[in-house]
Nanobody, 124 residues
Framework: QVQLVESGGGLVQAGGSLRLSCAVS????????MGWFRQAPGKAREFVAG????????YYADSVKGRFTVSRDNAKNTAYLQMNDLKPEDTAVYYC?????????????????WGLGTQVTVSS
């Protein structure tokens, strides 16, 4: 079993930055892939970014490419999502998720473990 806990959300003005953290505990493995997702009110949960725990390969949704950076610290068992140049349309609850496997997958159904989410609100 794997537990994920997100932190770092908050209220920020457009153009500002936030860094989300995802603390990973439990039965972790280097074969895991981490994903960041978000869900805005009335919308489906969507893929934002992913990273392979081993090797650090990353992949981004087009909507955040060039503004968001996903990373991980193996020693701290923590994944991060650095979000720069935030826009009002980035407002959502952000979730981290983990799946067993070495492929970064954009489908929510591919991920087994989920955090409870952290709210990010970007004001205009």
């Amino acid at each position: 079993q794997v537990q994920l806990v997100e932190s770092g959300g908050g209220l920020v003005q457009a153009g500002g930055s936030l860094r989300l953290s995802c603390a990973v505990s439990g039965r972790t493995s280097s074969t895991y892939t981490m994903g960041w997702f978000r869900q805005a009110p009335g919308k489906a949960r969507e893929f934002v970014a992913g990273i392979k725990w081993s090797g650090g390969t990353t992949y981004y949704a087009d909507s955040v490419k060039g503004r968001f950076t996903v990373s991980r610290d193996n020693a701290k068992n923590t994944a991060y999502l650095q979000m720069n140049d935030l826009k009002p349309e980035d407002t959502a609850v952000y979730y981290c998720a983990a799946r067993v496997g070495s492929r970064i997958v954009v489908l929510t159904t591919a991920y087994t473990y989920w955090g409870l989410g952290t709210q990010v609100t970007v004001s205009s």
